[in-house]
């Protein structure tokens, strides 16, 4: 059916609003939940407990782009309302889980692993159920709705400050589970419209069936080049993304002290990243085909350089420019992934495309935070670890420089194929043509005789 623009699909616009800030809100608050981790499990003398504890929220960032291959064949078999809802579920068993744990080791499953498994089911289908609601407005819903992530990033880390201070990190995230409880009612909002149509056409309601193989798991975009290299191109950059998402609040705090409130660099990072998503997405709109790749050319320029400009950053306002700045270009890179993925495989793999770019992308994004824990270990300081995250941004971006060239390479083959078909196909029709006209010449000219 048409999707109505509107109607109960409000209704699945704010969950989903809730699902995107609730899932990346608590994730890009990390840095905070860092800090109160390593003065928790801090006790004894672990040279090492900057790395071990960076892989606590490393992982679970990690994970949520990790299951998104899994998440969309689960989403595609069972539908939008059961994953959702299911995710949610598990997110909060595992957030509540890990306020129960007395050592580091154990969060690695619980908030690691479970809880971010849980995050992951319960985001991807918030994005699939707005294309059952929505199509002449799906911009401007995805646009509301990814704004979500930025209200919570702005918003979250002033509380979870006020609550740690208050009642400690234990109870801290017993309070986070409110979130994932409203995220699990919120997930029952998500009629699917569509499947209730293959119902009516089926004949037995509920019935399980399983879509063909290819629509399963669908390998054939990595035939595309220029899609074989983004999906290369997008992790190689992402090694340092992370970083200072984690470890910006503990450097603040060797640098600083008590004397600044660091969760004002969060604050400008959530600010500045969804007004990037809104300007870029726009801007996006204006820039034919593949081209659109130069805007993540250049978040990822900017990205890198900001990185580098952190150890540099000697005065607290310094830090807040740069942090305003590297929102900007975040919000940037992460508004324009769909559209490119539209443009370089099409739109009928493009879901597909997408959650195997999120699987990629989820090494990069686990690894590069503990390297620059233990680069943090062993050196005392994160200066180099800052500056060495800022060189794969930079590679990454000059790997995506080919993209457009390939990708036009690409078409002008593909449009010579259909060409020569067709050229092929009118000469075949044009030879019929005649000979047909020749056996009938002959029953025309006898016609006036009779």
Request: hydrophobic content about 50%; charged content about 15%; aromatic content about 12%.
């Amino acid at each position: 059916p048409e999707p109505p623009e509107g109607g109960w699909g409000w209704v699945v616009m704010l969950a989903a609003m809730w699902c995107n800030g609730a899932v990346f809100g608590i994730q890009n608050s990390c840095g905070v939940l860092f800090v109160s981790m390593l003065h928790l499990f801090g006790g004894g003398q672990d040279k090492q407990l900057a790395f071990k504890t960076a892989w606590v929220t490393s992982l679970s960032m990690g994970m949520v782009f990790f299951c998104s291959p899994i998440v969309s064949i689960f989403t595609d078999l069972l539908g939008c309302r059961k994953v959702a809802v299911t995710g949610a579920a598990v997110g909060f068993i595992g957030l509540l889980s890990s306020s129960f744990v007395s050592t580091i080791e154990p969060l690695y499953f619980t908030y690691g692993i479970l809880f971010a498994c849980g995050c992951s089911f319960a985001y991807q289908p918030s994005l699939v159920i707005l294309g059952h609601y929505f199509k002449k407005r799906l911009g401007l819903v995805n646009g509301i709705v990814t704004a979500g992530s930025s209200l919570f990033t702005v918003s979250l880390p002033f509380l979870l400050r006020v609550l740690l201070d208050s009642v400690g990190l234990y109870n801290t995230l017993r309070v986070l589970c409110i979130l994932m409880f409203v995220l699990f009612l919120a997930g029952f909002t998500y009629k699917p419209l569509v499947s209730d149509a293959k119902d009516k056409k089926g004949g037995k309601k509920g019935m399980f069936r399983f879509p063909p193989e290819k629509k399963i798991c669908n390998f054939s975009v990595f035939k595309v080049l220029s899609y074989r290299i983004w999906a290369f191109g997008i992790p190689a950059a992402l090694f340092g993304y992370f970083v200072p998402y984690v470890h910006l609040m503990k450097h603040v705090k060797d640098r600083f002290g008590d004397s600044v409130p660091e969760e004002v660099l969060l604050l400008c990072l959530g600010i500045t990243s969804g007004i990037g998503r809104l300007i870029f997405g726009r801007v996006a709109d204006y820039i034919p085909g593949a081209k659109k790749v130069y805007l993540q050319v250049a978040s990822f320029f900017f990205i890198g350089l900001m990185s580098m400009m952190i150890p540099l950053c000697h005065v607290f306002g310094g830090l807040i420019a740069v942090c305003l700045f590297m929102g900007l270009f975040d919000g940037c890179f992460i508004c324009i992934m769909a559209p490119i993925a539209f443009e370089l495989v099409g739109a009928q793999d493009v879901s597909q495309a997408i959650g195997f770019l999120l699987g990629l992308m989820s090494i990069p994004m686990t690894v590069g935070p503990p390297i620059a824990g233990l680069l943090r270990d062993h050196l005392g300081t994160y200066d180099v670890a800052f500056y060495l995250a800022g060189v794969p941004p930079l590679i990454g971006g000059a790997i995506l420089c080919f993209i457009p060239w390939v990708h036009e390479r690409q078409k002008l083959k593909e449009r010579a194929k259909p060409v020569d078909g067709e050229t092929t196909e009118k000469m075949l029709e044009n030879e019929s043509a005649l000979v047909s006209d020749t056996t009938e010449k002959p029953v025309k000219e006898t016609e006036p005789g009779f």
